[in-house]
T-cell receptor, first 111, second 110 residues
Framework: NAGVTQTPKFRILKIGQSMTLQCAQDMNHNYMYWYRQDPGMGLKLIYY???????DKGEVPNGYNVSRSTTEDFPLRLELAAPSQTSVYFC??????????FGPGTRLTVL | QKEVEQNSGPLSVPEGAIASLNCTYSDRGSQSFFWYRQYSGKSPELIMS????GDKEDGRFTAQLNKASQYVSLLIRDSQPSDSATYLCAVRNNTGKLIFGQGTTLQVKP
């Protein structure tokens, strides 16, 4: 199993541009999550999903959107990128909603 | 008061010593607690979960939970330089979401 995969690894965006961060898992997990991690900080939950077609907001959802059309994929959309969205983004999945397993992350810089 | 608090460190211990990492949480209804290890530039890796009061041991790692004091800790015995990393405490709150502390940086010196 590849586990949780994320693309791209790195990206530089200009202010106002949009992009989609991809996340996929091959463990048939129902629960999937998007977090951001700013330097020296813990992880903040952006959005999560408990199954295909079901998504909900986390702690810091503003400026982001998600969709979950399949069990495997959970893309995160950034619209109108702002410097405050410069961060490392982690996708995670879980079979039970308890123990979560993380992808390798996407390092995003908005200039 | 932050929901999950950790001392950011760095915590420096000599090789072979016991490293003790601490975490406090504010939601008294929390039932599930996790420790993640994060190497610099890498993603968090789950190393321990604990759900009941008391100790849980896994190899050189022991997680300790005291719900009355709202305190969870991680002990690393026989610390190795490869244990040098940031350790994140995470607490599952009553809405089912994981709340992370800011992490404690551990340095194990040879």
């Amino acid at each position: 199993n590849a586990g949780v995969t994320q693309t791209p690894k790195f990206r530089i965006l200009k202010i106002g541009q949009s992009m989609t961060l991809q996340c996929a898992q091959d463990m048939n997990h129902n629960y999937m999550y998007w977090y951001r991690q700013d330097p020296g900080m813990g992880l903040k939950l952006i959005y999560y999903s408990v199954g295909a077609g079901i998504t909900d907001k986390g702690e810091v959802p503003n400026g982001y959107n998600v969709s979950r059309s399949t069990t495997e994929d959970f893309p995160l959309r950034l619209e109108l990128a702002a410097p405050s969205q410069t961060s490392v983004y982690f996708c995670a999945s879980s079979s039970t909603g308890f123990e979560q397993f993380f992808g390798p992350g996407t390092r995003l810089t908005v200039l | 008061q932050k929901e999950v608090e950790q001392n950011s460190g760095p915590l420096s211990v000599p090789e072979g010593a016991i490293a003790s990492l601490n975490c406090t949480y504010s939601d008294r209804g929390s039932q599930s607690f996790f420790w993640y290890r994060q190497y610099s530039g890498k993603s968090p890796e789950l190393i321990m979960s604990i759900y009941s009061n008391g100790d849980k041991e896994d190899g050189r790692f022991t997680a300790q939970l005291n719900k009355a004091s709202q305190y969870v800790s991680l002990l690393i015995r026989d610390s190795q330089p490869s244990d040098s990393a940031t350790y994140l405490c995470a607490v599952r709150n009553n809405t089912g979401k994981l709340i992370f502390g800011q992490g404690t940086t551990l340095q194990v010196k040879p």
